[in-house]
């Protein structure tokens, strides 16, 4: 019975360098979504501001999604693969689409000094920085490896 | 046929089939196309020449079947009746042959001069569902054409095909005649039917004037499956109705119907099966697999929060450096203005129309991202998803999740949002879903947000922006909520939904939205908006002595005059006046802000002058923002209201609704904000 299940789906099983990436970067979104909490009601830690949580509820709405998005991939690893592989995907997607979206936010900082002729362009764009922008290094590297492949398979199956 | 004789030439087919993108290749127009059904909702007509023949193309909405139960598939059937194109061309998804070859079965019944264009090719091949389109062809004994609408493919072919079967006669065919391929579809019935039907046509033989206008074939289906619309044909020669009755009454409706649809799907999986090359394997597809992510009950909503969140955030980060380079340029030429032009025309250039047209081009930079990023999520098929996912909330809480596209529609602008409230079946629903879409925060009011958000909470603009937007609907959805416990009781209709599929999407496609977004925002600055600002810089320069934009001017005794009313929200009289001139299109309010505020006057812009009025602080600034999200739309969707609603009662209706629930809403964030602010 599992194995005619097996044989439906094209991808029986996930890459567990995949599930290992899904778990880590689940676990620091969410890590990071709590933090950025926590910050947003006024309660720091010193190393908030080397890690650029500077509080702000819908960074970490955005934030825990993502972590809610990971995790339950990792969660249903054992009851539907290829579901959970699917869950896997999406939360690399969104990790990249929401770096993007930071990266560019970041450049327009700095480019809204630049042309306001201020002086300090690079500490503006510092400003800027959450750990959106950070965390994109899972999306990126989830995409070039597995997810990309959803947008083939998706398109043409 | 003769030289330069007009042709015309309709798109028929299902809904998301790509009839626009294929008319759009045919006549180079930009209608709006997306990857959802409903898209089109009105007739669009376009023009071209081919090998010398005009054609007039005609884009209708989509439709499953010409049964005529909903708003847009009468459009569709209504076209082929009425207005006897020369050539019906159904537009076909090659992927989903057997569910579009349904409406064949019926267009070649009601129409002798149907061909079909087997379109997203691309995509049938890439998934192995190919058709032999030669085979199709003389199967069906009508010209079948392939085409790529999106990369333009096929569109030669198509009208080539087109021209002659419009020359080939076949059209003129009797209506009498009922058994040639052309005249008469291509679906046999069970013995049962086919003996009702011809008893039937030989009845309605006897009437020319029916006859030469419809296919007996048809009539007589129709006939069979008691279709009101053809009934009332029929009983306008009470002489036939009464000869027909005894024929009809020996066959139950119920029955003849299922017949008949049975005698349709068994046509098309038998023809189906010819004409496929290669076949498909039946598994979970990861498409399937990747909906059940993106619709998660959990996860499902916040996904897409989280998604709008991210776009919104963009809209406001990425136009910043671009608005402040436009503010520059706007302020350059102002001053340019008022210092080198003479007299009452350097005022009323500076301050009157740069001022006012210069402070709304300020925001072309949020408006082209945001559209950028929606048509993206649009094309890929994630937005159907997101309405697939509201429907679940709103049907819980008794509402029609239907109402959910239009409002997504409302969005872009209310216009269409209104338009697409069309695919509503019921009457009820679909006033319902035409009450609460000016909620929906249209492009037009970005600029506003974007003005009061940026200045005065710089560090969570977007967030703010993005808040506006669901308030905008959750306010909709409460309104729906009391209107259908009050004014419009009773089930909501259930929503079946049919998921288009994912698509990759173009950049050029998205370019292209996004620039037409842009033009229309630019043309409504250079029309409204002008003459708004001219009106607004009039009012504020008049009588002849007062100072420029005091209170003792035109403009300052009409907003002191109406002030009382936005008193309690905290309002001065000048942005009484704005919200006046709003109501002829919302980036007024921001138009008529900068030109009260003498923007033009020196380099520092309209932000610069509202941070420095003590009126002004956040707490009023958010309250402006409510306001204007909640308070009647504009004008032109007003007019829309009432055409789509075609009642002036309840246009009148939403108007009230809409500025009491504004000043309701705005009055009580005024004061809870006044708590923490
Ligand atoms: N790949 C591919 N995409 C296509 C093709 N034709 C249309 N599309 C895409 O399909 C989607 C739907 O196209 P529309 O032209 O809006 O479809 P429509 O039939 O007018 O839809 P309604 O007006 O909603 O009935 C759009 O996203 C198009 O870009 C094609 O031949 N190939
Ligand atoms: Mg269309």
Known sequence: ?157 | MAENKKLRLGLIGNPNVGKTTIFNAITGARQKTGNWPGVTVEKKTGQVTHKGVDIEIIDLPGTYAITAYSPDEIIARDFILDEKPDVVVQIVDTTNLERNLYLTTQLAEITPNLMLALNLTDFAEAQGLAVDADKLSKELSIPVVKTVGTRKEGINELLDAAIGLAGSGKGTCAGSCTSCTSCGGFVNFSPKTEDAITKISEVLAGDASLTSKYLTRWLAISLLEEDANVIEKVKANSDLYAKLSPVLSSYSPEVAEADIADGRYTAISALAQKVRIGKVESKISPSDTLDHVLTDKWLGIPIFLALMCAAFDLTFTFGAPFMTLIETVVGWISTFAVDNVPGLLGSILGDGIIAGVGSVLVFLPNILILFFVLSILEDTGYLARAAFIMDRPLHALGLPGKAFIPMLSGFGCNVPGFMAARTIEDEKDRLLTLLVTPFMSCGARLPIYVLFAGVFFTANAGEVIFSLYLLGIVIAIVSAFIFKRTLFKGEPAPFIMEMPPYRIPTLFAALEHMWSRGELYLRKAGTFILIGAVIVWALASFPVGVEYGSQESYAGALGTAIQPIFEPLGFDWKISVALIFGFVAKEVVVGSLGVLYGAGDDEGALTDALLEDPVMSPVTALTLMVFTLLYLPCVAATAVMRQESGSWKWTGFMVVYTCVTAWIVSFIVANVAKLFI
């Open chain 1, 1 to 157: 019975m599992a194995n005619s299940n097996k044989s439906k789906t094209n991808s029986n099983s996930v890459p567990s360098a995949k599930y290992g990436l899904g778990l880590i970067a689940g676990i620091l979104y969410l890590a990071f979504g709590i933090m950025q909490l926590t910050a947003t009601v006024g309660f720091t830690m010193p190393f908030y501001e080397s890690l650029y949580i500077t509080g702000g509820i819908f960074n970490a709405f955005v934030l825990l999604v993502t972590a809610a998005v990971f995790l339950t991939g990792i969660l249903r690893m054992n009851r539907n693969t290829a579901e959970a592989d699917a869950f896997l995907d999406v939360g690399f997607l969104l990790s990249l689409a929401f770096g993007i979206v930071a990266i560019l936010g970041t450049l327009a900082g700095g480019l809204d000094m630049w042309i306001g002729e201020e002086e300090e362009i690079v500490e503006g764009m510092l400003e800027t920085v959450t750990p959106l922008l950070y965390m994109v290094v899972f999306g990126f590297l989830g995409y070039c490896l597995w997810a990309k492949d959803l947008f083939r398979k998706v398109v043409a199956a």
